[in-house]
C-alpha cells in the first residue's frame, strides 16, 4: 500500500525455477493497461514509484508489436514465437510468445448493452477525476451506434439513475456534463443497480457490460472487497461484464479494480489523460466492448535437454497451477477483438552457469532424452473458450531448437519488448537485471516513430532523472 492511501496488491517478483522439477509453467493471459498508465502518471508527477503498483506485463501489453492477424476466426487468435539474446544478463536468453486476436469493424461489432456506473463522490472532484470521468466517457458515447444502448447511474451519498436505455448520443452527453461531485461513496449499492439495468436491457447475442469509472474508494455500502468480488462473479455467469476504469491519485483503490475487473470477465485501465481516454475507448473501442475468447490460459512444457532453468517476467498475480490448465472450471483471461498478449521468459539453456547451480545427484537432475527430443525447446500449449461456449480449445504449438542455437541479440520488436521488461523490472526491483541501467534500457528501446512507444523513452529517461518532458 502506497503512503498517500493508494492501495496496491503487490506481489513478489516471480521465481527461478528449474526445469528439472518443474517443467510446466501456466499463466493465466492479461490484457489489462492500467499499471502502465498508473506508472506514468506518477513519473510525470514527480513521484516515486511503488514497486507494489507496477504488474510487468501490464506495462508490456501496454503497446502493440508485429503479430500477423490469424488467417481463420475459428481460431480466434494467432500465435507467434521467437528467442533472442538477453540484453542484461548473458547467460540467457528471452523466449517471447505472443498471442495476437482477430480484429472487427466498428459497423460489424455486435450491438452493446453499456451501463455507465459513475462515482459522483466528493473524492472525485479534482480535475484528473471527474472532468476527466465525463471526458472519457463522452468519447465512447460519440462511437455509439444507433442500435447500441447506454444507461447510466451515478452514485455518491445515494444512488441515481440518470439515465436508462438511451440510444441518443446528445442525451448521454447531456448527462455526462450534468455530473458534479460531492458526499460519500455508496459503491455497493451502485453496482447492484448497474447489474439490474443491465438485465433488464439484456441483449442477446450482443454486448452486455457495465463500465465503472470511479477512484475506487468504496466507503458506503458494500464497501468489502471480498464482497464486491462475489457479486461480480455471479452477475458474470449470466453473461454481463465488467470493465473498469481508474481515475486519479491519493485514494486511488487499484487492487480493488483490478480485482473486480479479472472476475468481471473485463478489462482494467488507469486513464490519466484526455489522450490516454481516446486510445482506450475510441481507437481500442472494439478490444475494450467485444470478447472473442474466454478463460485464455497458457502453459509452456520446457525441455530438459536443452533448457535447465527458467523464469516468467511478470504475471505474478496471473499463476496458475499445473492441473488448472485443463480444468474448465477455473476462470481464466479474455481477450477482446485485436488485443494482444506478449508474454517473456528468461531461460537459461543447458549447460549455462544459470542463477541455480547444478545438483550434485543424479536422481536430481534432469534425466538424459533421445535425439528426437533434442528438436524442441519447449512446446506452448494454450486453451480457451469461444464467447458463448463452456469447452475449452486447444492449440499447441513446438518451439524448435533452432531459435536456440540462432538466437541473436534483439532487435526491433523484440527489443522494444526487452525493454519494457526491463523498465518494469527495474521499478520493481529486480535483481536479477544486475547492473543493467536506465540509459541501458533507453539503448535497447531505440529510436522509435510511434508516439506512445516515444513517450515510453521520455519514461524511462524520467525515472533516471536524465531528461524529461
Same mark, same amino acid.
Given at each position: 500500500?502506497?503512503?498517500?492511501?493508494?492501495?496496491?496488491?503487490?506481489?513478489?517478483?516471480?521465481?527461478?525455477?528449474?526445469?528439472?522439477?518443474?517443467?510446466?509453467?501456466?499463466?493465466?493471459?492479461?490484457? /489489462?493497461?492500467?499499471?502502465?498508465?498508473?506508472?506514468?502518471?506518477? !513519473?510525470?508527477?514527480?513521484?516515486?514509484?511503488?514497486?507494489?503498483?507496477?504488474?510487468?506485463?501490464?506495462?508490456?501489453?501496454?503497446?502493440?508489436?508485429?503479430?500477423?492477424?490469424?488467417?481463420?476466426?475459428?481460431?480466434?487468435?494467432?500465435?507467434?514465437?521467437?528467442?533472442?539474446?538477453?540484453?542484461?544478463?548473458?547467460?540467457?536468453?528471452?523466449?517471447?510468445?505472443?498471442?495476437?486476436?482477430?480484429?472487427?469493424?466498428?459497423?460489424?461489432?455486435?450491438?452493446?448493452?453499456?451501463?455507465?456506473?459513475?462515482?459522483?463522490?466528493?473524492?472525485?472532484?479534482?480535475?484528473?477525476?471527474?472532468?476527466?470521468?465525463?471526458?472519457?466517457?463522452?468519447?465512447?458515447? /460519440?462511437?455509439?451506434?444507433?442500435?447500441?444502448?447506454?444507461?447510466?447511474?451515478?452514485?455518491?451519498?445515494?444512488?441515481?439513475?440518470?439515465?436508462?436505455?438511451?440510444?441518443?448520443?446528445?442525451?448521454?452527453?447531456?448527462?455526462?456534463?450534468?455530473?458534479?461531485?460531492?458526499?460519500?461513496?455508496?459503491?455497493?449499492?451502485? @453496482?447492484?443497480?448497474?447489474?439490474?439495468?443491465?438485465?433488464?436491457?439484456?441483449?442477446?447475442?450482443?454486448?452486455?457490460?457495465?463500465?465503472?469509472?470511479?477512484?475506487?474508494?468504496?466507503?458506503?455500502?458494500?464497501? /468489502?472487497?471480498?464482497?464486491?468480488?462475489?457479486?461480480?462473479?455471479?452477475?458474470?455467469?449470466?453473461?454481463?461484464?465488467?470493465?473498469?476504469?481508474?481515475?486519479?491519485?491519493?485514494?486511488?483503490?487499484?487492487?480493488?479494480?483490478?480485482?473486480?475487473?479479472?472476475?468481471?470477465?473485463?478489462?482494467?485501465?488507469?486513464?490519466?489523460?484526455?489522450?490516454?481516454?481516446?486510445?482506450?475507448?475510441?481507437?481500442? @473501442?472494439?478490444?475494450?466492448?467485444?470478447?472473442?475468447?474466454?478463460?485464455?490460459?497458457?502453459?509452456?512444457?520446457?525441455?530438459?535437454?536443452?533448457?535447465?532453468?527458467?523464469? !516468467?517476467?511478470?504475471?505474478?498475480?496471473?499463476?496458475?497451477?499445473?492441473?488448472?490448465?485443463?480444468?474448465?472450471?477455473?476462470?481464466?483471461?479474455?481477450?477482446?477483438?485485436?488485443?494482444?498478449?506478449?508474454?517473456?521468459?528468461?531461460?537459461?539453456?543447458?549447460?549455462?552457469?544459470?542463477?541455480?547451480?547444478?545438483?550434485?545427484?543424479?536422481?536430481?537432475?534432469?534425466?538424459?532424452?533421445?535425439?528426437?527430443?533434442?528438436?524442441?525447446?519447449?512446446?506452448?500449449?494454450?486453451?480457451?473458450? @469461444?464467447?458463448?461456449?463452456?469447452?475449452?480449445?486447444?492449440?499447441?504449438?513446438?518451439?524448435?531448437?533452432?531459435?536456440?542455437?540462432?538466437?541473436?541479440?534483439?532487435?526491433?520488436?523484440?527489443?522494444?519488448?526487452?525493454?519494457?521488461?526491463?523498465?518494469?523490472?527495474? !521499478?520493481?526491483?529486480?535483481?536479477?537485471?544486475?547492473?543493467?541501467?536506465?540509459?541501458?534500457?533507453?539503448? !535497447?528501446?531505440?529510436?522509435?516513430?510511434?508516439?506512445?512507444?516515444?513517450?515510453?523513452?521520455?519514461?524511462?529517461?524520467?525515472?533516471?532523472?536524465?531528461?524529461?518532458?
Amino acid at each position: 500500500m502506497a503512503e498517500n492511501g493508494e492501495r496496491y496488491d503487490g506481489h513478489p517478483v516471480s521465481p527461478i525455477h528449474e526445469v528439472a522439477a518443474e517443467p510446466m509453467s501456466t499463466f493465466a493471459v492479461d490484457v /489489462d493497461t492500467g499499471a502502465y498508465a498508473n506508472v506514468r502518471r506518477m !513519473l510525470r508527477g514527480g513521484q516515486t514509484v511503488p514497486a507494489d503498483a507496477v504488474r510487468t506485463e501490464e506495462m508490456i501489453n501496454y503497446f502493440r508489436y508485429d503479430y500477423p492477424l490469424p488467417d481463420d476466426r475459428s481460431a480466434p487468435f494467432s500465435v507467434t514465437t521467437d528467442v533472442s539474446a538477453t540484453p542484461w544478463n548473458p547467460g540467457t536468453r528471452l523466449l517471447r510468445i505472443g498471442l495476437c486476436g482477430y480484429d472487427v469493424a466498428r459497423s460489424q461489432r455486435p450491438p452493446a448493452n453499456l451501463v455507465f456506473m459513475v462515482d459522483v463522490s466528493g473524492s472525485m472532484q479534482d480535475a484528473d477525476k471527474l472532468p476527466l470521468v465525463k471526458q472519457a466517457l463522452s468519447t465512447l458515447a /460519440d462511437g455509439l451506434r444507433p442500435n447500441d444502448s447506454v444507461s447510466i447511474v451515478t452514485y455518491a451519498g445515494y444512488v441515481e439513475t440518470l439515465v436508462e436505455g438511451s440510444h441518443d448520443p446528445a442525451e448521454i452527453k447531456a448527462a455526462l456534463d450534468s455530473l458534479a461531485a460531492s458526499g460519500s461513496t455508496a459503491g455497493g449499492p451502485a @453496482l447492484e443497480r448497474a447489474y439490474d439495468i443491465a438485465r433488464a436491457h439484456f441483449i442477446s447475442g450482443g454486448i452486455n457490460r457495465i463500465i465503472m469509472a470511479t477512484d475506487g474508494d468504496f466507503n458506503v455500502g458494500l464497501s /468489502d472487497q471480498k464482497s464486491l468480488e462475489a457479486m461480480v462473479k455471479q452477475n458474470c455467469k449470466d453473461g454481463i461484464s465488467l470493465t473498469t476504469l481508474g481515475f486519479g491519485q491519493g485514494n486511488y483503490n487499484d487492487a480493488m479494480m483490478e480485482a473486480v475487473a479479472d472476475l468481471g470477465n473485463g478489462n482494467h485501465a488507469y486513464i490519466d489523460s484526455a489522450m490516454e481516454a481516446r486510445k482506450v475507448l475510441d481507437e481500442e @473501442l472494439s478490444s475494450t466492448l467485444f470478447t472473442i475468447a474466454r478463460d485464455v490460459k497458457v502453459q509452456v512444457e520446457f525441455n530438459p535437454a536443452l533448457i535447465s532453468q527458467y523464469r !516468467l517476467i511478470g504475471y505474478e498475480n496471473r499463476g496458475l497451477a499445473e492441473e488448472d490448465f485443463a480444468d474448465d472450471h477455473v476462470d481464466a483471461g479474455e481477450i477482446g477483438a485485436g488485443h494482444q498478449v506478449t508474454a517473456l521468459y528468461e531461460i537459461v539453456p543447458t549447460g549455462e552457469a544459470g542463477w541455480v547451480a547444478p545438483r550434485k545427484y543424479a536422481a536430481n537432475r534432469a534425466a538424459v532424452v533421445s535425439k528426437e527430443e533434442r528438436n524442441e525447446i519447449a512446446t506452448v500449449r494454450l486453451r480457451y473458450k @469461444l464467447p458463448e461456449g463452456s469447452s475449452s480449445r486447444l492449440i499447441e504449438q513446438p518451439i524448435p531448437a533452432a531459435y536456440l542455437a540462432n538466437a541473436v541479440k534483439p532487435l526491433g520488436d523484440m527489443a522494444f519488448a526487452a525493454a519494457v521488461a526491463a523498465f518494469g523490472q527495474k !521499478l520493481r526491483g529486480d535483481t536479477r537485471l544486475g547492473d543493467f541501467s536506465y540509459a541501458d534500457i533507453t539503448r !535497447l528501446a531505440g529510436a522509435q516513430s510511434d508516439y506512445w512507444r516515444q513517450e515510453f523513452v521520455q519514461l524511462v529517461r524520467l525515472a533516471s532523472n536524465d531528461g524529461g518532458f
